[in-house]
């Protein structure tokens, strides 16, 4: 009676979870979901594929979204090409439920004169519903880092529960929640020494985010047996990588000015110690081979540790946007069980992230819910000058930034030390 009790349980809160992820969809929305509405629409309604982004970096001459390409200019579309070809898969599918009439609205940037309308909020619910699948195949994939049956329930519930992905995946509607699943694929692939395999996800991983490839050095060092199992084990996951990006790198100037050398992807380097007046010590880069030296030669320190420093590592030195925080999210959601001890740090960890998420605009925070209310958008944000009246804003927020890379050491120092290092 217990057992079913319990799977009544857990069925009925899978249920909760999943109405309340499109609740939020449908309530909420940040102006980065215009970007995989207007990808998907110009590779579905229009047949744009290698020339995507070109669309936004030498508009055509004639063309009915002319004035869009030009509005928006050639920061919209930064990611690299997986993140908009598998929303286009999705809006492939869902095409005969999605409004085109909406669709202009929103590239437009006139998103606000549909707000409290319910056919808006389906429009958001079918553009979002994408994540839906990536967050719950990333639920099921955490269920293998447990043997026992309960914790497996656990890990699933804990993962539909986590205010995380609902902030970054379903309110701000942010793609991140499908390189994730790619990484966390690849972790379950080790536990399992499917290391080529492994590799491949990250690789398809660094098709979506750049951030899977930072982890194909660790697991090639570490786990192929020689020098042609390490290149073979390296190879996969790069050659995966080069097929899906080489096409656009090649063909399309607007790829490589947009996304592949895009601003946001030197943020890594951005934190440094000047030696002369134009070379510098890249504090990542100092901590990311340090991370990987002490992988390779500290034989008790599992991939799982280096992975879960790395992301540490990159979130103490970065500017980073809000949602890159749901990267690291399930190793917190599988040693929230595995290792109890740390639950005070994660727990610190995600206030320390609230602190920076809302020392950014209002669109993202308490703005998002727009399409419910309105209102939202007219009200002040008033906390930065609040701060002022004690210390200047971008003071306070740096040293949030510094507690959560000083949290981060304290966190990796004892993970290294736990038990979970045999276990994975």
Excluded: C
Excluded at 364 to 376: D, E, F, I, N, R
């Amino acid at each position: 009676m217990r057992i079913f009790q319990s799977k009544y349980t857990l069925v009925i809160a899978v249920i909760f979870a999943i109405l309340t992820r499109v609740a939020i969809m449908g309530l909420t929305y940040h102006p980065d979901v215009r970007a995989t509405a207007l990808a998907s629409y110009l590779i579905v309604e229009k047949g744009k594929f290698l020339d995507l982004y070109d669309q936004f970096y030498r508009p055509p001459e004639e063309d009915d979204l002319i004035s869009v390409f030009q509005n928006l200019g050639t920061q919209e579309l930064n990611s690299p090409p997986l993140a908009y070809f598998i929303p286009s898969v999705f809006r492939l599918v869902l095409r005969p439920l999605i409004d085109k009439s909406i669709d202009l609205v929103v590239f437009e940037q006139n998103e606000s004169l549909l707000f409290s309308k319910p056919e808006f909020m389906l429009y958001l619910i079918l553009i979002k519903s994408q994540n839906l699948f990536a967050d719950l195949g990333l639920a099921f994939l955490l269920t293998y880092f447990f043997n026992q049956t309960k914790d497996k329930w656990k890990v699933f519930l804990l993962w539909m529960l986590n205010p995380i992905t609902l902030y970054a995946s379903f309110a701000m509607g942010q793609r991140d929640i499908w390189p994730t699943l790619f990484t966390v694929a690849a972790g379950v692939l080790l536990t399992r020494r499917r290391y080529m395999w492994a590799s491949i996800m990250l690789g398809l991983g660094g098709s979506y985010k750049i951030f899977p490839l930072l982890f194909l050095v660790p697991i090639s060092l570490y786990f192929g047996k020689n020098i042609i199992e390490k290149l073979k084990i390296l190879g996969s996951g790069l050659i995966v990588y080069l097929t899906i990006v080489l096409p656009f790198a090649i063909f399309s100037p607007g790829y490589r000015v947009m996304a592949l050398f895009a601003p946001q992807t030197d943020k890594m380097l951005f934190a440094k110690i000047n030696v002369s007046g134009d070379q510098f010590l890249s504090v990542f880069a100092i901590g990311f081979v340090a991370l990987v030296g002490l992988g390779l030669f500290a034989k008790k320190v599992s991939w799982f540790t280096i992975w879960t420093g790395i992301l540490l590592l990159l979130f103490s030195v970065t500017h980073y946007h809000p949602q890159w925080f749901l990267w690291i999210t399930p190793w917190f959601a599988i040693l929230w069980l595995k290792a109890k001890a740390l639950r005070p740090l994660i727990i610190l960890l995600m206030v320390a992230n609230l602190g920076i998420v809302l020392s950014f605009d209002p669109s993202l925070h308490y703005a998002l819910l727009g399409p419910a209310l309105p209102v939202v958008r007219e009200i002040p944000y008033t906390l930065p000058a609040f701060i002022a009246k004690f210390i200047p804003f971008s003071q306070a927020v740096s040293l949030v930034r510094s507690t959560l890379a000083g949290l981060g050491i304290i966190f990796f120092w004892r993970l290294v030390n736990l038990d979970i290092n045999r276990e994975l």
